[in-house]
């Protein structure tokens, strides 16, 4: 974007760079938690969870992509160094090597989504009415993410309901249950 563009954003520039920056640094945190996680996912249906992850880690890296062409129409460059992305990031310090087990996964994915929609909806309200581009990209990235939170949440549904089954499974329950 060019001088006029800048130019309608007006004072609230810098403001509005500042929450892209963080931005930017959830993605890049976001993208590595899931990108990490899908790698060594450990746990009975984890393939198939692994496989989303990878989705997932693509679709927070695009998001990255997205809030960094914005910096740049807006003349300002992205953080560039990973200890910028977990200092500056609301996640704070994410090891995803201590989120390898398929229920830690999906819980701790659950938590950063959530933070993500929260701030998202801080952002969103804040350029409404002040920088419409910067408003349209933060809203279909929201859109994204509630759609991901949605779908965590089945996944972990499904996973107590596998996990309750295998309980009456092996208290032989199941075999009473059949009976009636
Ligand atoms: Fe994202
Ligand atoms: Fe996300």
Redesign the pocket.
């Known amino acids: 974007m060019g001088r006029k563009g800048r130019e309608i954003v007006g004072s609230s520039i810098d403001e509005i760079v500042d929450d892209l920056k963080v931005a930017y640094c959830?993605?890049l945190t976001?993208?590595h938690y899931y990108w990490y996680t899908s790698l060594y996912m450990q746990g009975i249906g984890s393939l198939t969870i692994a496989s989303k992850f990878k989705d997932s880690a693509m679709?927070?890296l695009?998001?990255?992509g997205m809030i960094g062409e914005r910096l740049n129409q807006l003349a300002a460059m992205a953080p560039s160094s990973p200890v910028d992305w977990t200092n500056t990031s609301i996640f704070g310090n994410v090891d995803p090597s201590k989120y390898t087990t398929l229920r830690d996964a999906i819980e701790k994915a659950l938590e950063i989504e959530g933070l993500?929609i929260e701030h998202y909806n801080e952002l969103i309200k804040r350029v409404k009415d002040v920088d419409y581009a910067t408003y349209d990209i933060l809203q279909d990235?929201l859109v994204?993410?509630v759609k991901?939170e949605q779908d965590l949440e089945d996944i972990l549904a499904r996973l107590e309901l596998r996990e309750v089954e295998e309980k009456i499974e092996e208290e032989g329950g199941k075999e009473i249950i059949e009976q009636f």
């Open positions: 959830n993605e976001a993208f679709e927070e695009k998001h990255a993500a990235i994204e993410e991901e």
